[in-house]
């Protein structure tokens, strides 16, 4: 195994990496077992390893050095990998998967709404439906863990950031939402395209569910349309936004403008939820597996917490949920992968990659290094102390990206996450039903594939 630092510069295609045994060999393997995939490949071909795939020269680079000129210092170098691109087709044109001027607008104009002081309004909103959803839990219920994430995240969304109470309808918006979310896997294969177009039932699903969600979505801003108010959040910024360019456009496409506007829409209510979500899910997991931890972390919301809601003050003085949770994002990251293709020849930690090669720069890998976490594979939040973070590169731990595309949401999803995480275990033991390993779905984000069956028992105090 070869390290980025050790490595002279070469031409691309002189690089190591897996020889294909039969034209798409490598395609399907990366398509059947993507985390094994390049789990194998970093660890036979080290830090910087191509392989070529769906027509593309790839260059998996998982050294930190290489994670920071990719996200960050030659950013403006970059466009969003294959898939994202071909998302387009299905998920439309949002902050996700936009590029340049229309990027720079969609963040410009969402940015208010995710200020610290705006996000920080949220707090009593997030802990309130937590508390709301595990209420309704039975001592000793049987449930899906992932569901139950799922639903307590997609409710503060839409409440948050589009002042929309779903309650009645989280059940149904929660199957349309998955459907949504697991197509993506198919925008990965190269014949992805080529499936979208045919009469599958498949696709139908996804036609449907996608219309139930702009629905949705239309019935938001009819409501914040009839209030005749600005109510401060995300959907009030996006709808005054709308109409200011009618005003100064009046000749423009209208209906080019609705669809673009519920596009972005889509996307943040779509998305906005499942990446906490799932760092939720497996944080909890991951401590119905270690007792010694849970314990720790129980000591330290019933310290500061007693029997009452946390709130965003209380962010700040629950330092082990944040470790907990940071140290679940490490081992599962909710984005797994971020994918970057050049639009000119440009240098990447000393490597010069021609134009249109594909960067992946994996957190599935750079998170599991032992170089940067000793036992990589143990849970471990003693890791993420400020002595222990300091030793080690500053990208060596990217679960939000980078540069100018980090997720704009980070602020918010660390108070959700902190406050949801506290609000369950206040009150519930969260014991897993079996002992078999999560199977886990690389999608749009890290999920698990068949959800996890848990029981809850309530604490006795």
């Known amino acids: 195994m070869t390290s980025i630092a ?86 439309g044109e949002g902050l996700l998967t936009s590029e340049g001027d229309l990027h720079r607008r969609q963040r410009r104009l969402a940015q208010p709404s995710f200020h610290p002081q705006r996000v920080a309004s949220y707090g009593s909103v997030m802990a309130g439906i937590a508390r709301d959803a595990t209420d309704h839990w039975a001592d000793g219920q049987r449930l899906d863990l992932h569901h139950e994430m799922m639903a307590i995240t997609l409710r503060i969304v839409a409440k948050t950031l589009f002042d929309a109470d779903v309650e009645d309808d989280v059940k149904a ?74 005003l100064a456009n009046p000749e423009g496409d209208d209906a080019d403008r609705d669809l673009r506007l519920r596009q972005e829409l889509y996307i943040i209510f779509t998305a906005g939820h499942e990446t906490t979500a799932n760092a939720l899910t497996f944080a909890i997991y991951l401590l119905a597996q270690h007792p010694e931890i849970e314990a720790a972390l129980l000591k330290e919301i019933d310290d500061v917490l007693g029997q009452r ?74 890791r993420w102390t400020p002595e222990a973070r300091a030793a080690r590169p500053r990208w060596s731990y990217f679960p939000f990206g980078g540069g100018s595309r980090q997720c704009i949401g980070e602020s918010f999803a660390w108070m959700e996450a902190i406050l949801i995480l506290a609000t369950v275990l206040q009150n519930w033991h969260i014991e897993l039903t079996s002992s078999a390993p999560v199977k886990l779905l690389p999608t749009i984000t890290l999920r698990p594939k068949n959800g996890v069956p848990i029981r809850a028992v309530r604490r006795k105090r």
Request: net charge positive.
């Open 6 to 91: 050790s490595m002279p510069a070469q031409s691309v295609d002189t690089l190591p990496g897996p020889k294909p045994r039969f034209p798409g060999h490598l395609a399907i393997a990366f398509r059947s077992d993507i985390l094994g995939f390049l789990s194998r490949m970093a660890r036979t071909h080290g830090d910087v390893v191509l392989f070529h795939a769906g027509g593309f020269r790839m260059l998996m680079m998982s050294h930190p050095d290489a994670v920071r000129d990719t996200l960050v210092t030659r950013d403006d170098s970059f466009i969003k990998g294959p898939a994202l691109q071909r998302a387009k087709e299905t998920l």
């Open 309 to 382: 809601l946390p709130t965003v003050e209380d962010v700040e003085r629950l330092p082990f949920a944040r470790m907990v949770l940071s140290e679940a994002m490490r081992l599962y990251p909710p984005a797994w992968a971020v994918a970057r293709q050049a639009k000119c020849e440009v240098n990447v930690a000393g490597q010069m990659l021609p134009k249109d090669t594909v960067v992946l720069n994996p957190q599935w890998v750079v998170h599991r290094d032992s170089r940067w976490f000793p036992d990589p594979l143990k849970f471990d939040p003693q």
């Open 173 to 246: 918006i929660g199957r349309d939402v998955d459907i949504s979310v697991r197509m993506f896997t198919r925008v990965m294969a190269p014949w992805g395209p080529l499936l979208n177009k045919l009469p599958l039932p498949s696709n139908f699903r996804f036609k449907r569910a996608r219309r139930d969600l702009f629905d949705t979505i239309d019935r938001f801003v009819k409501e914040h349309r009839a209030a005749g108010v600005d109510r401060g959040d995300l959907l009030s910024t996006l709808l005054r936004a709308h109409d200011a360019e009618q």
